[in-house]
């Protein structure tokens, strides 16, 4: 579980460059930010389509321009403006500007830490987490570095899982003479809704955490921390004209007890109310615990892991079970394809180059389900209704990292039955770093998801539903300081079978449940050539292709293009 | 620090006993699957909960029947003399009291009268059809403060304002097609200069023998209510309420400085029930609406007079509405 790691890592980003400043020289006034250029040339073919244009170019140059502001040691504005030109807007004709990120940060006394404005914020995963992309870390690295430098940039992705807030944050240490060790604390405010002078009604998000150290690490007794956590998110009475008002709160208990180099046990406890505008409420609880254990016979990287995770039917955590994508959406590239100019639905080489596909904000209720990439744990670790137990085994063997996990998950509530539909996920994951030539790696992730209910009644299909991925990729470094790579990747999804898609309304009670055959093919290959002059600026120029096949289409879309994308 | 731990995991475990033994409602969500993936069968017949219902009594009667799912149904109860109809639709396995009760209202007017009613059960989707059958022995109640049902004649208490036109007719008629009882009011005329071709003043000082409407002040619970048709073929008529407050309470409506709330209603061919919340109601001007010419207040209780406009195109020819069961209610629109 990373629920640890994230408001340190929050508190880390904050503070550091607070903390230098006030010891080291630091300018009144520096630039930081991104640029990117990219082009991308692509080729679409249908099976008998003799409608669409087959090709279809487009790119653009960019620069997101970071100006920071240090007007005494303990204060700093950062104001971010992004420039962007399509290609083939010249003279200001397809030249956008745009505001991309604004804040004030600062110390109170050297103890206290504030930062207003636009603020990346995350908690643990079943408080405030924003979902990662789908398939993330499993994608071949070229798709991955390909999604993260222009979709995941573009919509505020982090590797955190932090959600980009507007509003304030606060930060202090407390540290004890005796007892626990010290106390790291964070609150957070955010505007979710303007109220627009009694034309809709003010939301605002609101919590924080505090984490207790209790003890120093040793090698001799284990190293405990215990934190609490709070998010709400409250519509607020006055600001119009409605009395009847949503509010959720979720309150959660997290743990972590580590014996150095031995073993690892840690958890989180809490529970969800919900206040729906109709005057109904929800409450429930959810429960994880995890134990980690290195075999230290076998050295210090073979360890095996053993999880249960239960996230209440009613638990509802809008912060950290909001989906990553919008399904609805259509994709910008080939939009109708077809002889009949059908809407094409979004495959996965489009949510690495359409950030609009991205939710930059959570939903305040599930929504409705569909299964086209996820069933088991759609809306992450705290899907809603799941029980499931985790066990992985991670080592080195012949010189090949592996790591084998297995998940086995069941509905707490049946939907539309009371027979449960149960999970199950296997995943094998193989690394082999090699010094060949000057430097080979390799990776190959084989995945299978199942879902399956039967028996439910005589003329009820039973769900039968599988999801097999694969991914593997290959880079070789062509120089001895590694500065040019190529890289080649090939990623497998697909799913099939008979499922359910539950269809929910705005208060999260399931209207309808529509149950049909699944059939979705998508193969993505990959080959790049990669150019890294430093570790903030690599040009690549590649080939990248989709073939996808589904009931009702059957299409490819290759394209070759042009990355470069520098942080500065 | 041992010592802790041990303490900390003692809380541990029990914490997670304390949330492990809560309950929770473990009822299936959404529709049942042996529902919507069933095989439809008629599981009991159609019966009525009495042969015989006095709805002037209060009484009401509700139908049951049982399918081997949960679909769509719709449950017509047609009026043998009348032809007045009552429909009730909706998705259920078992029809019963919760679902299909009849309280004597109406869904397509006229009215029901003291009559045998066939009532007939149909699953859109399904051939299957169930019959039976039930006998009103009076008519349901109206709740209302009335204004008029025209049953005996226009109110002498209303004055009328007719102009000079051709072919005008402001009467009660009888007769089919009826709407609420036996009689209703029919308005109607070409007048070529001006758009008005009628009206009818309800002012409160001549109702209930000059003790006025008696409404709620609260505008939120009053509402106004009137069933209106139009002749089939034309669309030209247009009716006019309007409602005058005393906002000063100096016994008359000045106007211009006093709030008048109207709705404009374009009726059509069929008769149809029209309902008003009055915290709803607006102020027009030449049909748009504007600025309020009072306080600005809906205050049902200071209400001074209603006025029934009926307006036509000059140049469109002859109008004709007809409007029956003029009343307020409170809490809730009219049920006929």
């Known amino acids: ?568 | 620090m041992p010592l802790r731990s041990k303490h900390f995991l003692a809380s541990l475990a029990l914490a997670s006993l304390a949330f492990a033994s809560c309950e929770r409602d473990l009822t299936p969500e959404g529709p049942a699957l042996t529902d919507l993936y069933g095989t439809f069968k008629v599981k009991s017949g159609l019966t009525a909960s009495r042969a015989q219902v006095n709805f002037a009594n209060g009484e009401s009667v509700y139908f049951t029947a049982e399918t081997s799912i949960s679909t769509d149904f719709v449950l017509t109860i047609t009026g043998q003399t009348s032809g007045a109809v009552k429909r009730i639709e909706g998705k259920a396995r078992t029809l019963d009291a919760t679902n299909a009760l009849w309280q004597g209202e109406t869904s397509q007017f006229p009215t029901f009268q003291t009559e045998m009613c066939d009532v007939m059960l149909t699953y859109p989707g399904y051939p299957d059809t169930l019959y039976g059958n039930v006998q009103v022995l009076g008519t349901r109640v109206i709740e209302a403060t009335i204004l008029d049902d025209f049953e005996n004649g226009m109110s002498p208490e209303w004055t009328k304002f007719i102009q000079s036109g051709a072919n005008m007719k402001f009467t009660v008629q009888g007769g089919a097609p009826l709407a609420e009882g036996l009689s209703y009011y029919k308005m109607g005329g070409t007048v070529a200069w001006d758009w008005l071709i009628g009206m009818v003043e309800m002012p409160k000082n001549n109702f209930n023998s000059g003790a006025g409407f008696s409404l709620n002040n609260d505008a939120d619970k009053v509402y106004f209510n009137g069933v209106f048709r139009q002749l089939a073929g034309l669309d030209n008529g247009i009716i006019l309420l309007q409602l005058r407050e005393d906002d000063n309470g100096d016994g008359t409506y000045s106007e211009g400085n006093e709030d008048m709330w109207s709705v404009e209603i374009r009726p059509g061919s069929a008769w149809e029930l029209n309902s008003y919340k009055y915290s709803d109601l607006v102020t027009l001007v030449n049909g748009a609406a504007s600025a309020a010419l009072g306080n600005g207040l809906h205050e049902p209780d200071k209400l001074h007079r209603v006025s029934i406009l009926f307006l036509a195109n000059p140049n469109s020819g002859y109008a004709e509405c007809d409007t029956d069961m003029l009343c307020f209610t409170e809490n809730a629109p009219l049920a006929l």
């Open chain 1, 1 to 568: 579980m990373n629920a640890l790691k994230y408001p340190l890592c929050l508190i880390a980003c904050l503070a550091l460059p607070l903390a230098t400043a006030a010891q080291d020289y630091q300018p009144k006034f520096s630039l930081t930010g991104k640029a990117r250029g990219v082009y991308f040339a692509d080729r679409y073919s249908g099976a008998g389509d003799t409608v669409t244009s087959p090709r279809s170019n487009s790119g653009h140059v960019m620069a997101d321009l970071g100006m920071r502001l240090r007007p005494n040691p303990s204060t700093e504005v950062l104001a971010m403006v992004r420039v962007r030109n399509d290609y083939g807007g010249f003279w200001g004709s397809g030249v956008t500007f745009d505001l991309r990120q604004l804040q004030v940060k600062g110390l109170i006394q050297d103890r206290i830490r504030y930062t207003l404005g636009d603020v990346d914020y995350a908690l643990t995963p079943f408080t405030f987490h924003r979902p990662g992309p789908l398939m993330a870390g499993i994608l071949p690295s070229g798709m991955a570095q390909l999604q993260k430098n222009l979709a995941g940039y573009d919509a505020f992705i982090t590797d955190h899982n932090t959600w980009r807030q507007q509003g304030a944050v606060v930060e202090f240490r407390t540290d004890f003479a005796r007892g626990p060790r010290y106390a790291d604390h964070s609150a957070f405010a955010f505007r979710q809704r303007a109220g627009f002078s009694g034309q809709a009604t003010e939301s605002w998000a609101f919590g924080g955490r505090t984490l207790w150290t209790l003890n120093d690490p040793s090698s001799l007794t284990p190293w405990v921390k215990v934190g609490l956590n709070y998010v709400g998110i409250q519509e607020l009475a006055g600001t119009s004209a409605a009395t009847d008002l949503y509010g959720n709160h979720v309150l959660t208990g997290d743990f972590q007890i580590v014996k150095q180099s031995r073993w690892r046990l840690q958890g989180e406890l809490g529970s969800s109310s919900t206040q729906w505008v109709s005057g109904d409420q929800d409450a429930d609880y959810m429960i994880d615990v995890k134990g980690v254990y290195w075999l230290k016979e076998l050295g210090i990287s073979t360890a095996a892991s053993l999880r249960y995770t239960e996230v209440g039917p009613d638990f509802y955590s809008p912060t950290a079970q909001t989906t990553p994508n919008i399904s609805s959406l259509a994709p910008a590239a080939f939009t109708r394809i077809g002889n009949s100019k059908s809407v094409r639905t979004w495959t996965y080489l489009d949510l690495f180059r359409e950030s609009n596909l991205y939710r930059y904000r959570w939903n305040s209720t599930l929504g409705s389900d569909n299964n086209t990439y996820l069933i088991m744990d759609p809306r992450g670790l705290a899907t809603p209704n799941r029980r499931r137990v985790t066990a992985d085994f991670a080592g080195i063997a012949l010189g090949i990292f592996y790591k084998v996990e297995g998940v086995w998950a069941q509905e707490i509530r049946g939907q539309g039955t009371d027979v449960l539909t149960q999970f199950s996920r296997v995943d094998l994951d193989l690394r082999w770093p090699s010094r060949m030539g000057y430097g080979v790696e390799f990776r190959g992730l084989i995945r299978d998801q199942r879902a399956w209910r039967t028996n439910v009644g005589d003329d009820v299909p039973n769900t039968s539903y599988r999801l097999p991925w694969t991914s593997w990729s290959a880079k070789a470094y062509l120089n001895s300081d590694q500065t040019f790579s190529v890289e080649a990747g090939l990623l497998t999804l697909g799913h099939g079978g008979f499922a359910y898609d539950i269809i929910r309304n705005a208060e999260n009670t399931v209207l309808d449940i529509r149950g049909g055959e699944r059939s979705h093919q998508e193969l993505l290959p990959n080959l790049c050539l990669n150019y890294a002059s430093s570790e903030q600026s690599t040009l690549t120029l590649g080939w990248l292709g989709s073939y996808v096949k589904t009931l009702d289409a059957n299409y490819s879309i290759q394209n070759l293009y042009v990355l470069y994308a520098i942080t500065f």
